[in-house]
Antibody, heavy 114, light 107 residues
Framework: EVKLVESGGGLVQPGRSLKLSCAAS????????MGWVRQAPGKGLEWIGE????????NYTPSLKDKFTISRDNAQNTLYLQMSKLGSEDTAIYYC???????WGQGASVTVSS | DIKMTQSPSSLSASLGERVTISCRAS??????LSWYQKKEDGSVKLLIY???RLQPGAPSRFSGSGSGKDYSLTISGLESEDIATYYC?????????FGAGTKLELK
């Protein structure tokens, strides 16, 4: 069974950083592009970005490119999202997904507030 | 960025009714269009990819069509488990933008 489990969410102060993890199982992680999507309260889904199998290609939505960094550790079957300079607009549920969007995690909640 | 305009934003329908949701891209996306179902519990499921291909495990009452800029998702007979928010997404060029969503409710 394909499983994606996000962790690392929580309450963070404005201007601080936070790193999310996504543990993958049930498939050959290093064969797949992976990605992140978020949903702010009362808003729709927003594509954050994606990373290819060997991390040589990473695509971001332009408005987040300077704040967010996607990486992966194929030995640990784990995807990461490093978020910096967080603001209230980054409060959201963050989902990891296979880049084809055929498998999603349950999401990690991030709240940016003082 | 390619803008995806989804309509309607909300829809009320009866069980067994045929439901159609539309999605228009700001440019030709060459059938790289997917549909997703998001439930209140937060789970997200891919239903349709490449305009009309049914994702394994998705019920056959879901179908997709379209070309160029205009696409649609149809539920041939609404069931209670279909109550959710539906999103389209273009997969033609990054950033792979989503529509704003259609919230489907029971009449």
């Amino acid at each position: 069974e394909v499983k994606l489990v996000e962790s690392g969410g929580g309450l963070v102060q404005p201007g601080r950083s936070l790193k999310l993890s996504c543990a993958a199982s049930g498939f050959s992680f290093n064969d797949y592009w992976m990605g992140w999507v978020r949903q702010a309260p009362g808003k729709g889904l927003e594509w954050i970005g994606e990373i290819n199998q060997d991390s040589s290609t990473i695509n971001y939505t332009p408005s987040l490119k300077d704040k967010f960094t996607i990486s992966r550790d194929n030995a640990q079957n784990t995807l990461y999202l490093q978020m910096s300079k967080l603001g209230s607009e980054d409060t959201a549920i963050y989902y990891c997904a296979r880049a084809d969007m055929d498998a999603w995690g349950q999401g990690a909640s991030v709240t940016v507030s003082s | 960025d390619i803008k995806m305009t989804q309509s309607p934003s909300s829809l009320s329908a009866s069980l067994g009714e045929r439901v159609t949701i539309s999605c228009r891209a700001s440019e030709n996306i060459n059938n790289y269009l997917s549909w997703y179902q998001k439930k209140e519990d937060g789970s997200v499921k891919l239903l349709i990819y490449h305009t009309s291909r049914l994702q394994p495990g998705a019920p056959s009452r879901f179908s997709g069509s379209g070309s160029g800029k205009d696409y649609s998702l149809t539920i041939s007979g609404l069931e209670s488990e279909d109550i959710a928010t539906y999103y389209c997404q273009q997969g033609y060029t990054p950033p792979y933008t989503f529509g704003a969503g259609t919230k489907l409710e029971l009449k």
